[in-house]
């Protein structure tokens, strides 16, 4: 969980986060581990919020302050609460101290509460603390806050990331393959597909994909389309090979929007794609098109 000062908005949870709104925050993510802003980096980007990831609070400073002189500021700020050198609570200050107008809204990712976070937060030196691990639905929160909304729930989330409602029910219990070699990838779409009650499990490459695949039952499969070791147009076509599988629904997953990318896709036998960065929308839309975990389709041919 996390806690925020936030105001009252718009009760309508289809107008709380609309996504122009979302794509003019910029933001600066502050941390040491070099996973966790790879991670924070990848979330934010899937909501479609700009993002600039630096390792310390002298790049933070400098970025900040390049920002400022650019005209394009940063609006929200992430700090990781244990940095090595100038800690999150002297570099908040020295932001504080740049005497921006608006001033940043300022969140400090805590891994516990202890007094001292709360002091933050009266002192006003952070707007809000955001607990680890970071989660889809406490990073829309906290920028829920930031954007003037009212706090939303994990339930509330789950139907509107963009603000259109969903029945997500039907896709709950579903058992989902992400076939990516990119481990951040994984991390992050595991993150999303968990939070909306799917069951995700993970493979690196094509071969291994399928060595899960024909050991164990899934309603669908995210494949990425370039893989060491195997592809996932290689693997999409040794999958098809077996009428066992012909109706496993695969949806590629590429970074290339292009129509000669489609097309292959399509020819090696999967059912519809997803560009790179995933659009949580489409996402949600295409796991509400494709899976039926209740059919009983895999059982039956086990």
């Known amino acids: 969980w996390f806690t925020a000062r936030v105001g009252v908005g718009d009760t309508d949870p289809q107008n709380r986060l609309p996504s122009?709104?979302?794509?003019?925050?910029?933001?600066?993510?502050?941390?040491?581990?070099?996973?966790?802003?790879?991670?924070?980096?990848?979330?934010?980007?899937?909501m479609h919020v700009a993002v600039r990831i630096v390792s310390g609070g002298l790049m933070a400073l400098d970025a900040i302050e390049r920002a400022v002189a650019e005209g394009s500021p940063y609006?929200?700020?992430f700090l990781d609460q244990e940095m090595p050198g100038m800690d999150c609570a002297e570099l908040a200050q020295r932001i504080r101290n740049l005497g921006l107008e608006p001033s940043p809204y300022i969140v400090m990712a805590i891994t516990h509460d202890t007094e001292q976070s709360t002091r933050w937060l009266d002192e006003r030196i952070a707007d809000a603390l955001l607990k680890k691990p970071v989660t889809f639905s406490s990073l829309f929160n906290v920028i829920a806050g930031f954007l003037g909304s009212e706090q939303i729930d994990n339930s509330a989330y789950e139907k509107t990331l963009h603000g259109v409602e969903q029945d997500?029910?039907?896709?709950?219990?579903?058992?989902?393959?992400?076939?990516?070699?990119?481990?951040?990838?994984?991390?992050?779409?595991?993150?999303?597909l968990s939070e909306l009650g799917v069951e995700v499990e993970t493979a690196e490459n094509g071969q291994i994909a399928l060595e899960k695949i024909y050991s164990q039952p899934y309603?669908?499969?995210?494949?990425?389309?370039?893989?060491?070791?195997?592809?996932?147009?290689?693997?999409?076509?040794?999958?098809?090979?077996?009428p066992q599988w012909q109706n496993l629904p695969v949806i590629a997953m590429t970074a290339n929007a292009m129509q000669q990318d489609y097309q292959a896709c399509m020819a090696a036998g999967m059912v519809d794609y997803i560009a790179k960065p995933f659009d949580p929308e489409h996402l949600k839309g295409l796991l509400l098109k494709w899976i039926k975990p209740r059919s009983g389709l895999f059982n039956s041919s086990l």
């Open 20 to 46: 122009q709104r979302l794509r003019g925050v910029r933001t600066l993510v502050v941390d040491d581990s070099a996973a966790a802003r790879l991670v924070m980096q990848e979330m934010l980007t899937t």
């Open 75 to 77: 609006n929200l700020i």
């Open 168 to 192: 997500l029910s039907a896709i709950k219990g579903g058992r989902v393959l992400v076939v990516e070699d990119n481990e951040i990838n994984r991390l992050v779409a595991t993150l999303f």
């Open 219 to 242: 309603d669908l499969v995210l494949m990425d389309m370039q893989m060491p070791v195997m592809d996932g147009v290689t693997a999409t076509k040794e999958l098809r090979k077996n």
